[in-house]
């Protein structure tokens, strides 16, 4: 299988994914195709994508700064305005060419840009492989509270070529597989099981399929979030505000994002045993695989204290209530449990441990 078929698209692999590419390119008749790129993937990937396009087609290349801290609506404004000045209209495609930065970014972006315009993603890291491939969602950063403007809107197609992988560092690797352990954790115990025995990036790239197959199985049941997607999102609620608040940090230096989320799994983890009874040996299996992949954070009660605020700006929050996503069992999420302040503070004792 060389293809997953999503709500609205296909999310191509390798060779097959220039193959459908060159295709749609050749019968779409765009006026203009922008590749949207930052600083790396502009010297490390897109000479090596643009040698794949057959056919002669008006290029403009974007390039915006990398790293979480630029995505912004700032960001955005500038290439809204160089689509503007380059000559933009509504027959423009965007290929947005890097990781889940940008291409939440690049997607919002088309999307907005004159009520939208096709945008495809060929993401090129590992993280955005298996997360951002598939599901539409697109949005930016609000300062540093993590994608709070966005919208859902699915891009024509999406393009996952491992061999880019190869031009990452270990850590950008290692922090894309943690959503990879989060899908066999939420849905597929085997998964969970078959990953822990991973030893080798091309064993990764091997497991990149089944990931991509977890997630697009849960969206197409529920594609808006409204129930069953939410599963996607265990780890989140205190990974994101562990993330969040070392992006605000003058002091500290920044987790990546499969860094904070993979402390956000262990910490409910321990909310799942403590609230819904996953089992002992379960949570510290969670725990003893994160830490054998992720160095241990050390949080101090002032940085716990500005965590837990952090949590009410969560995106799954409702009516005030701070909703989390935890674990009956390894293989087994359930959506919008609640949790007392103490026990979420006794988490960041238990991690510590």
């Known amino acids: 299988m060389d293809s997953i078929v999503s709500d609205a698209y296909a999310v191509h692999f390798n060779t097959i994914a220039y193959t ?14 922008f590749i949207l790129v930052d600083e790396n993937t502009h010297e490390l990937c897109l000479p090596h994508f ?13 390039e915006i700064e990398s790293g979480e801290i630029n995505k912004t609506v700032a960001t955005c404004v500038g290439v809204w305005e160089a689509l503007s000045e380059l000559g933009a209209d509504r027959k423009s495609l965007v290929i947005n060419l890097g990781g889940g930065v940008l291409t939440d ?24 492989m298996v997360d951002a491939s598939v599901g539409g969602k697109t ?27 190869d031009t ?9 597989f943690a959503e990879m ?22 064993e990764i790239k091997q497991q990149i399929m089944p990931s991509v197959i977890i997630k697009n199985n849960i969206v197409l049941q529920d594609p808006t979030e409204q129930g069953l997607r939410k599963i996607l999102n265990y780890g989140h609620t205190l990974g994101h505000a ?14 990546l994002h499969g860094e904070a989320i993979a402390v956000g799994m262990i910490l409910e983890g321990y909310l799942s045993h403590k609230l819904l009874g996953l089992s002992l040996a379960a949570l510290e299996d969670i725990k003893a695989t994160f830490l054998n992949y992720y160095d241990k954070v050390v949080f101090t009660e002032a940085d716990i204290d500005q965590i837990v605020a952090l949590m009410k700006y969560d995106k799954k929050n409702s009516y005030g209530k701070i909703n989390f996503v935890l674990l009956n069992t390894i293989g087994n999420a359930q959506i919008d449990v609640t949790a007392p302040s103490d026990l979420v503070r006794a988490s960041f004792a238990y991690y510590a441990q």
């Open 20 to 33: 459908s590419l060159n295709a749609h390119l050749e019968k779409a008749n765009y006026s203009i195709v």
């Open 50 to 62: 643009m040698a794949r396009l057959t056919g002669s087609y008006h290029f403009e290349i974007i």
């Open 105 to 128: 970014l690049g997607g919002f972006v088309a999307s907005t840009f004159k009520r939208g315009i096709d945008f495809i993603n060929v993401p090129t890291t590992l993280l955005s």
């Open 139 to 165: 949005g930016v950063d609000l300062g540093t509270l993590k994608n709070q403007i966005g919208v859902i809107n699915q891009p024509v197609m999406v393009l996952v070529i491992t061999d880019f992988l």
């Open 168 to 176: 990452l560092e270990e850590r950008q690797v290692t922090s894309g």
């Open 181 to 202: 352990l989060k899908h066999g954790l939420i849905q597929d115990e085997a998964y969970w099981v078959n990953l822990k025995a991973t030893t080798s990036l091309e």
């Open 242 to 255: 562990v993330e969040s608040y070392r992006l605000e940090s003058k002091t500290m230096d920044t987790l």
